[in-house]
């Protein structure tokens, strides 16, 4: 219908560790020269398009509490939408909850 001018282009898969200047800053300053290489890894997968299209998923469908099973018994679970588990296993994959140890 019409050409839409004020708006920026797509953002395409990037580092988002070598491209965030900050966080490089702050790592090498306190002294974690060590984690680079897995950062810039990681970095690699959590700029991904496909990650972040989980995470948009994950965030428009969060997590659903069924409370009773069809007899009526009380089971009190969380449902997660798949691309919720994805990113869970992604971090987990890559360290992320125990990479500072």
Sequence with gaps: THEVLNQADPLGSYNAFT??????????RWG???G????????TGAGSEHIRGLAEVAQKY???L???????NQVSQA??????HE???????N???????
Excluded: C
């Design 36 to 43: 680079v290489p897995h950062l810039t890894e990681f970095g």
């Design 87 to 93: 990113l869970m296993a992604f971090g987990i994959n």
């Design 62 to 64: 969060g997590p659903v």
């Design 66 to 72: 069924k409370s009773h099973d069809k007899f009526g």
């Design 79 to 84: 449902e997660f939408h798949p691309a919720y």
């Design 19 to 28: 491209e965030d200047t900050a966080l490089n800053d702050a790592v090498r």
């Design 32 to 34: 974690g020269d060590w």
């Design 95 to 101: 360290q992320v909850p125990s990479f500072a140890w």
